[in-house]
């Protein structure tokens, strides 16, 4: 069993810059390829970028390429989404989530990921 508690999203300015923070429980976080995922109100939820168990491998939905960088920390049991040159549309209840996965595997869509965290909203001004 893992839990995940996300933080870290406020308000911000377009063109502004949030890290957001995933600190997950238990002491098997390295077993576990994580995701972030956000949800826009009346979208569905979206894939943004996973990182692989060790971190060695990362993959991002075009949209935040170049903008956005994922990472984790295992020894602290977090994974992170740094976030810059954010806009408007970046808008949306963001949440990590852990995937059982193989050493070098991604998940690239919901299906699949065993663990969600509550989600925390970051909401960019025009």
């Known amino acids: 069993q893992v839990q995940l508690v996300e933080s870290g999203g406020g308000l911000v300015q377009a063109g502004g810059s949030l890290r957001l923070s995933c600190a997950a429980s238990?002491?098997?976080?390295?077993?576990?390829?994580m995701g972030w995922f956000r949800q826009a109100p009346g979208k569905e939820r979206e894939f943004v970028a996973a990182?692989?168990?060790?971190?060695?491998?990362?993959y991002y939905v075009d949209s935040v390429k170049g903008r956005f960088t994922i990472s984790r920390d295992n020894a602290k049991n977090t994974v992170y989404l740094q976030m810059n040159s954010l806009k408007p549309e970046d808008t949306a209840v963001y949440y990590c989530?852990?995937?059982?996965?193989?050493?070098?595997?991604?998940?690239?869509?919901?299906?699949?990921?065993?663990?969600w965290g509550q989600g925390t909203q970051v909401t960019v001004s025009s």
């Open positions: 989530a852990a995937d059982q996965a193989g050493p070098h595997d991604l998940r690239v869509g919901p299906v699949g990921y065993d663990y």
């Open positions: 238990g002491r098997t976080f390295r077993s576990y390829a």
């Open positions: 990182i692989s168990r060790s971190g060695g491998s990362t």
